[in-house]
């Protein structure tokens, strides 16, 4: 299945609504601001702890986009032109994924998502520079 321009955009508007609804920005913007994670080990602690909603959320959200663009219900360059927040979303986890993945048994976790970010051209680079930007923002974010 291809889908159409029209459907594509149609379908990207969508996702963009559902990012729009306030628990799913608190859980955003939790993502982005507070978690921080330097191993696999904070990751289990973030499931296992209070924000596991908002981490489940984030995660769960763009592994479906991904499988949306993987599967041709919307265009892979649309996709990627539409937004990167996916691609911080993995520049987050990529580091401690291959062992979070041991951990929880399940080898294949968020890996539609990695596939789709993986693909664009210089994603390597541009993960890198996403996790320093995000390393330098959390040194000089003020403390609670």
């Known amino acids: 299945m291809s889908s159409t321009p029209y459907e594509s955009a149609t379908l990207l508007i ?15 913007n939790w993502f982005s601001r507070e978690f ?3 191993s696999a080990e904070e990751i ?7 924000n596991s909603g908002y ?16 599967n041709g219900a919307i ?21 401690f994924l291959s062992d979070y ?3 929880i048994g399940y080898p294949n976790y968020l890996s539609k998502l990695e596939q ?3 693909r664009r051209p210089g994603a390597k680079e541009t993960m890198a520079a996403t996790r320093e930007w995000f390393r330098q923002r959390a040194a000089t974010a003020p403390r609670a």
């Open 75 to 95: 265009d892979e360059q649309m996709f990627n032109d539409a937004g990167g927040e996916q691609v911080g979303v993995l520049a987050k986890l990529e580091p």
């Open 116 to 118: 789709v970010v993986m």
């Open 44 to 50: 289990v602690e973030a499931v296992m702890g209070p």
């Open 55 to 70: 981490f489940r959320m984030v995660t769960s959200y763009w592994e479906m986009a991904a499988s949306f663009v993987l």
């Open 101 to 103: 993945r041991t951990r």
């Open 36 to 38: 921080n994670p330097s």
């Open 14 to 28: 969508r996702l963009y609504e559902l990012r729009r609804e306030p628990t799913m920005r608190e859980a955003r």
